[in-house]
């Protein structure tokens, strides 16, 4: 909602204050008129537009001696309403009016008005608009309309102002170079973002129903068959290949907006953008782009079955070429309303960081997973793109793009028995240098193995899907942390927020390779807080006997884990299964907590355990007493 505030500025003489009597009187007053009429602020009325709540017109003096009060109501002002009614105050229209405005440091539009037009006998309307108007409009960008008036004839008055209004509510400087006669970049690149969401089926062209469809969505009312003939008409007469059977293409839709500005609907353009939620300086709305979604400690955040079915969807329509993946094109063309690749992406090296097919294109299954590790780290990344690629909910109760997410159950106690209610599950993978670490996320996107050595610099990511026992499946996310990762662990808040679960690697043909666990361990004790699972890699190689305080076996027994370290090796078609050793773990914590015999809840498991012994050998006594006993009386 916007309040307008028009001041009303020109030479004496020109019918500033007879134009404001007209329109609050609605006729022509013959009475005199005062100099200079005190502030009037009127109600929205028929024909006002619909975001404007109030109407202030500041009436103004040309006199020398009133000058700074002049500076002061314009500085105030919305909208300077320009008034001439002869030759000589349109020759200071150029010469002094508008330079003063620009003097005095403000950027706001001006509506210019030709008033007394019942005296003009000579000229017709288009010849002055033409002669007069469209110069000046070519040479001060900072006019947004022109009109002609009569007070005296109650002639375009109300128009007048209404232009005022409109030039606030729907400005036309963000849309339209005057001077070059063309739409502005921003502009341009609002309304192809625009064509390409109502492009539903991705061909190129606005077919007569995603026409009809793009009608009913931003005007609420169907479009004619002889409006979408007049439409297709107007388009062809410049650009002639832009209409074919197939629909209105990209060209074509920019030439008909470019029309709207050129012949003043711009309020027309301003419709189509502030429905698909642009603001006036034609960025998306900061409320769609990003809106309110709050995720608790210890919680995450995971697309709905809605924001899945949208990206598939998405998915299935870039697909031209329908070979089960993405190429560039296609990718390009996908994120061509947005900023491009989300920065994350970039960072890990994107589409390597997930499911790819032979030709290296990201797969549907890795689109997915991608979108799902991008919603784990950053939601708000993931909303922005939503309200980039044009989500629309289906949940009137929630028409935000937070529909397509949803908040998982913060994950407390965690070595309490039970499985997470999540899909979406992250592991750090720890070890030594050369320890392996590397292949084994290569391993998990069924890269094939490299003997050729590269450490580590920076964190990697990559993320795919895991068939659990059972059938079901989740996302599951492997970090390497590469040089940061000194910093990484040390920030227990963020580490115990979000990890769900630490796999610690060693060479077990390197004797030096299991020592580093200990000791990082050592180092960060808060680690002991998340469940882990200890692998022993290049199992295909020789083992050895590491040098360290305690074997690895020995170890892990001394922590009270189940079993032995995993032996595997990435060589081995087997080592698929440690990836869902990983997610069980993950998914049911308390099976891979360390526990030590000072662990309180590991002492009343084992009371719990006594407890019931003691009671059910109690009970035993007790039956066998009373069988005995009854015995004895037969």
């Excluded at 907590?593 to 498991?605: I, L």
Aim: hydrophobic share 35%.
């Amino acid at each position: 909602m916007a309040t307008v505030r028009i001041c009303v500025c020109g030479d004496e003489g020109t019918g500033k204050s007879s134009l404001i009597t007209s329109l609050v009187k609605g006729v022509f007053v013959t009475n005199r008129i005062q100099p200079v009429l005190p502030q009037i602020t009127i109600p929205p009325t028929i024909g006002t537009p619909e975001n404007v709540t109030t109407t202030t017109v500041v009436d103004t003096s040309a006199l020398p001696q009133e000058r700074s009060n002049l500076a002061r109501e314009i500085r105030k002002s919305n909208v300077i309403l320009l008034v001439y009614s002869d030759h000589y105050s349109y020759e200071r229209v150029a010469l002094f009016w508008l330079p003063h405005f620009r003097s005095l440091g403000v950027n706001i539009p001006v509506v210019l008005c030709a008033n007394k037009s019942d005296l003009a006998v000579e000229g017709s309307e288009a010849q002055v608009v033409e002669e007069e108007m469209l110069p000046l409009m070519a040479e001060f960008k900072e006019i947004d309309s022109c009109i002609r008036s009569s007070a005296r004839e109650h002639r375009n008055v109300n128009e007048a102002f209404f232009l005022c209004q409109k030039a606030v509510t729907h400005p036309i400087a963000p849309l339209f170079d005057s001077k070059e006669c063309v739409l502005k970049p921003a502009a341009v690149a609002a309304l192809q973002r625009i064509f390409y969401l109502c492009d539903k089926d991705r061909d190129g062209y606005l077919s007569d129903k995603e026409v009809e469809d793009f009608q009913m969505k931003c005007f609420g009312k169907p479009l004619s068959n002889e409006d979408l003939i007049y439409i297709k008409e107007t388009i062809q007469k410049v650009c002639p290949d832009s209409v074919t059977p197939a629909g209105i293409d990209a060209h074509g839709f920019l030439h008909l907006n470019k029309l709207y500005a050129e012949k003043g609907r711009h309020e027309t353009v301003w419709i189509l953008l502030r429905t698909f939620q642009y603001t006036d300086s034609l960025s998306l709305q900061e409320n769609y782009l990003h809106p309110k979604f709050e995720v608790p400690p210890f919680a995450s955040a995971e697309l709905s079955p809605e924001g899945y079915r949208f990206f598939v969807d998405l998915f299935l329509l870039s697909d031209k070429d329908n070979d089960g993946g993405l190429n560039d094109s296609e990718l390009a063309s996908l994120f061509a309303p947005t900023l491009g690749l989300p920065t994350s992406w970039t960072d890990d090296s994107f589409p390597s960081s997930t499911v790819r097919n032979e030709a290296g294109h990201v797969t549907l299954q890795g689109w997915l997973a991608q979108w799902s590790m991008t919603t784990f780290t950053s939601p708000k990344t993931t909303l922005e793109y939503l309200a980039y690629l044009g989500f629309e909910s289906s949940d009137r109760s929630n028409p935000t793009t937070t529909a397509a997410l949803k908040v998982t159950r913060p994950r407390k106690r965690r070595r309490r028995p039970g499985r997470v209610g999540r899909n979406v599950v992250l592991c750090h993978v720890l070890g030594a240098p050369g320890a392996g670490k590397s292949s084994l996320l290569d391993a998990f996107l069924s890269r094939g193995f490299s003997v050729t050595y590269h450490p580590t610099i920076k964190p990697r990511t990559v993320v795919n899907t895991v068939e659990l026992p059972g059938g079901k499946q989740c996302y599951l996310i492997l970090e390497e942390l590469g040089e940061l990762e000194p910093a990484l662990l040390e920030n227990q808040t963020k580490l115990l927020d979000q990890c769900d679960v630490v796999a610690y690697t060693y060479d077990s043909s390197d004797p030096d390779s299991f020592a580093y666990i200990p000791a990082l361990r050592s180092k960060y004790p808060h680690l002991e807080e998340l469940p882990g699972v200890f692998l022993a890699l290049k199992a295909d190689l020789d083992r050895t006997t590491q040098r360290a305080e305690c074997q690895p076996h020995e170890y892990t027994t001394r922590l009270g884990l189940p079993g032995p370290p995993l032996h595997v090796s990435v060589t081995w078609n087997s080592v698929q299964e440690v990836f869902v050793h990983i997610a069980e773990a993950a998914m049911e914590p308390s099976t891979a907590f360390p526990r030590s015999e000072e662990d309180p809840e590991g002492k009343w498991m084992a009371w719990g355990i006594a407890l019931g012994a003691v009671v059910c050998a109690g009970a035993a006594a007790v039956v066998i007493w009373r069988r005995v006993s009854g015995s004895g009386g037969q």
